[in-house]
């Protein structure tokens, strides 16, 4: 006896198909941006080694840190959070330290305290993730 396969439900494969492709492409840019965000954290690290001593750009680093830091921290933390609202508010907060990274490589650059292209490097990759978590914010709040 043939098995034979009614249009319907090949339908419905393709559909299964497609839906289990995008969660794995999902899953995967989760992934990627996790990674970017840890490496993003690294090379804010080995840039403040390479920082003058003096206090005012030690303040400006220890507080580049945090923000810094605090994006990847509140992007894992969103991994644990139950309801969407808090896992969207982790998404907020994350951008939010995104921003403020923005800001203190922008005065270290400025200020002619760091290297101008290292500093435009993780100025860019910053942009890129702020960008990111923005347009999850977005989405999550259905706004898009």
Known sequence: MQNIISPKHETLNENQIAKTKMQNDKARFKNEFKGRVYKLALDVIAFMEQLPMEQTSRIISDQLLRSTTSIGANVIEAQAASPRKDYTNFFNYSLKSANECKFWLGLLR???????????????????????????VLTLKGRK
Do not use: H, Q
């Not at 200020?111 to 999850?136: F, P, Q, W, Y």
């Open 110 to 136: 400025d200020s002619s305290r760091g290297d101008k292209e290292t500093v435009n490097r993780l100025l860019k990759e910053t942009t890129e993730i702020a960008n990111i978590l923005a347009t999850s």
